[in-house]
């Protein structure tokens, strides 16, 4: 017989006489290696027949980085804010600086929401013949918060972009390009840090609750309960939680959240809107020393600094120094600035150093002709923020919801006995002549918004024994005085009052409230040279901003 030809199966690989066939793994691996080849092949054949523009690289005149802006030129170029970008501008070409708040890649588009500040707006990239697959990469690798210099086109959108403050309108990317890169991983992230508060203490109770449940287990309770709870826990940890710590450590991140920004320029506002009215009254603004020899209002609730061979003291208030002022016949007088307190109060109220914003005023014959003043100073900071700073209320209410601030016009005004008897109707056990605490403060605020309503009242004639030396007594009952308190919300966010402008008698009071008068002699003897009668008021920044 004629020998016939042998072919070799597959099956069998390479084997030779006597050997035995593949296993059917080795055999599925044979087949793989040999599909990947083939395929690998086929890949190298189709992209050898690819023109030249499909291989091309990322344009450098449309993508990349900017060179380090060293002040090297002015182009001329103009920035737009984001806020300004409207349907009116469909169709113009902008470019503007933004940060990259978030991006998301979906087939041959690129969509980047970018931020600057408040405002933010979507800008999309799509594949064309000025925008590559590189430049889809390119603006799909970017780490968020890279700051960015964006040249496009304004397109009106077909729907809402709901997760945007430009709602109307998006950016169609023609150039895009790196104008400060971040170096390090992100130690939050901005969702995190923004979610709102409701949802972040929803979460925290839920978890508490559990823990509780986990530790009340009995030492008997079987492992499966455990681990039941235990897993309870971490499907309740739906949102990473932003501690103080962490905030605080990078606060640079932190105060990029939009409801933090809303907070610092409402705080901005507060103090415009002070300054404004107070200025179209007449008022002139000083600066006052605030590394003084003595203690401004006595009492222990005082830093102090060495100052060369000496001692001094950080300065509580600038009530003398504007007192002084009234004295020079600058009759109205206003100040903001720092103010130091050294009282060790963990409280939400309570600041070692703070901003304060204060005035004083030289009156004719009443002190409420200075408590009209600052009525109508609060109402103007009310309505000014009401009517010009609403979008920035909206940021804050977004994250820390709060309820809508009522007042009246005159505000509303309440004498100390008036508020006692309200809170002894209320339950309260309170003496004619004690301090109103913190509690009873909120109390009183709620029977006064229940009844009146509104959120600021203001609090006249206070008991001498709970106001400073230089408070001039009621003449009516001298165990009260001619001062006042404001309250926002059931908090004081103002003290002042009617001050002693007779120098025999203030000396009097400094020596019954225990003051050294060498320490304040200066300031007693400024009322020699004839002083006219005047009143003012301390107001903690901050402390509004957060109750409003």
């Known amino acids: 017989m004629s020998e016939q030809p042998t072919t070799t199966n597959p099956t069998q690989g390479e084997a030779g006489e006597g050997s035995q066939p593949l296993s059917k793994k080795a055999q599925n691996k044979l087949k793989k290696e040999q599909e990947k080849a ?9 992209s050898d027949k690819q023109p030249a523009e499909q291989q091309e690289a990322l344009n450098p005149e449309h993508f990349g980085e900017l060179p380090l802006i060293q002040s090297q030129q002015r182009t001329g170029k103009v920035f737009e804010k984001i806020g300004n970008l409207n349907k009116s501008k469909a169709d113009q070409v902008v470019t503007l600086r933004a940060r990259l708040h978030n991006s ?17 707006i979507q800008a999309v990239l799509s594949k064309n013949e000025r925008v590559n697959k590189p430049a889809l990469k390119f603006a799909s690798s970017l780490s968020k918060e890279t700051l960015l210099e964006v040249e496009g086109i304004i397109r009106v959108t077909p729907s809402p972009v709901e997760a945007t403050t430009q709602t109307d309108v998006e950016i169609e990317v023609t150039k895009l390009f790196v104008a400060s890169k971040v170096l390090l991983p992100l130690p939050l992230q901005l969702e995190d840090a923004g979610r709102p508060l409701p949802i972040v203490e929803a979460q925290q109770k839920e978890i508490a609750e559990i823990e509780k449940k986990i530790a009340a287990l009995d030492v008997n309770a079987s492992e499966e309960d455990k681990q039941r709870l235990i897993q309870q826990k971490a499907e309740a940890a739906k949102f990473p939680i932003v501690g103080q710590d962490v905030r605080l450590d990078y606060r640079i991140l932190d105060l990029r959240v939009p409801a933090h920004q809303g907070i610092f320029r409402i705080q901005s506002a507060v103090g415009k809107l002070f300054r404004d009215h107070l200025t179209s009254q007449g008022f002139v603004e000083i600066h006052t020393p605030k590394i003084i020899s003595g203690a401004s ?3 222990a609730q005082v830093f102090k600094v060495k100052y060369f061979e000496t001692d001094a003291f950080l300065a509580q208030s600038p009530q003398l120094y504007k007192q002084m002022a009234i ?3 600058i009759e109205r007088v206003f100040e903001i600035g720092p103010v130091f307190r050294a009282e060790n109060s963990f409280t939400h109220r309570h600041l070692t150093e703070f901003v304060g914003l204060d005035l004083e005023m030289a009156f004719n014959e009443h002190y409420h002709e200075v408590l009209d003043v600052l009525d109508n ?3 103007s900071i009310f309505e000014g923020l009401a009517k010009n700073y609403n979008s920035e209320l909206q940021l804050v209410n977004q994250q820390y919801p709060f309820e809508p601030f009522q007042f009246l016009k005159p505000s509303l005004r309440l004498e100390f006995p008036q508020a006692i008897a309200m ?3 209320a339950g309260e056990n309170i003496g004619d002549f004690d301090d109103v605490n913190t509690a009873q403060e909120k109390l009183l605020g709620r029977l006064v918004k229940e009844k009146y309503h509104t959120d600021f009242y203001i609090l006249d004639k206070f008991p001498k024994a709970v106001r400073p030396f230089y408070t001039m007594p009621s003449p009516q009952d001298d165990r009260y005085t001619n001062s006042y308190d404001f309250f926002v919300r059931g908090e004081e966010i103002v ?3 009617q001050r002693i402008h007779d120098p025999v008698f203030l000396e009097r009071r400094a020596r019954e409230c225990g003051i050294e008068v060498r320490t304040i002699q200066s300031y007693i003897d400024a009322f020699k040279f004839g002083a006219p009668p005047h009143g003012g008021c301390g107001v903690g920044l901050e402390r509004l901003v957060m109750l409003y």
């Open 104 to 120: 998301r890649g979906k087939g041959n588009l690129v969509f980047l929401l970018l931020r600057q500040s408040t405002e933010s």
């Open 327 to 329: 004295c020079s016949d």
């Open 297 to 299: 209002e006595g009492g």
């Open 38 to 46: 083939a395929k690998k092949a086929q890949m190298k054949q189709e």
């Open 377 to 379: 100073l609060f109402v």
């Open 495 to 497: 003290s002042g009052s």
């Open 423 to 425: 809170l002894r109707e």
